[in-house]
């Protein structure tokens, strides 16, 4: 019989976007919407940028991640992949949680973009005022 590997699971958010986060003892392979990290976030910044809850709990090539990405663009789904990772963390270990708060990893990021109101052309955008 197969034996049963410990895997965490949880969910980050940013903006519009969603990560489902599975993850798992191993050796720091990154795997997101079934693709290749380093083809998924092309730049070099948001690869930094989602490690960074690695670097701060010393946990770099200790598991492996499984993600699922929908909605939003690429940098807020980066800031929801990190977001994920870092309360995956914390369900793998308690003991993390003081250093991820610390680096502020467990705040999600509340800015999202702002409704466009009735009878305008944007959300803060009003059209030009005649006096006459």
């Given at each position: 019989?197969?034996q049963?590997?410990a895997e ?8 519009t ?5 599975r ?6 392979k990154?795997?997101v ?13 948001l690869?930094?940028y ?6 701060a ?8 991640v499984i ?8 940098n807020?789904?980066a800031g929801?992949?990190r977001?994920?990772i870092s309360?995956a ?11 991820l708060?610390?680096?502020g ?21 009003r059209?030009?005022?005649?006096k006459?």
């Amino acid at each position: 019989m197969a034996q049963k590997v410990a895997e965490y699971r949880a969910t980050g958010r940013r903006k519009t976007s969603t990560a489902r986060v599975r993850l798992a003892h191993g050796v720091g392979k990154v795997s997101v919407n079934g693709r290749e990290f380093k083809d998924y976030f092309t730049t070099e910044a948001l690869r930094t940028y989602i490690e960074q809850p690695f670097q701060a709990t010393d946990t770099l090539k200790r598991y492996d991640v499984i993600a699922i990405l929908n909605g939003g663009g690429i940098n807020g789904q980066a800031g929801a992949l990190r977001h994920g990772i870092s309360r995956a963390l914390i369900s793998a270990d308690a003991a993390l949680r003081a250093a991820l708060k610390a680096g502020g990893f467990l705040t999600r990021d509340p800015r999202m973009k702002e409704r466009k109101k009735y009878g305008q052309p944007g959300a803060r955008k009003r059209f030009q005022f005649s006096k006459r």
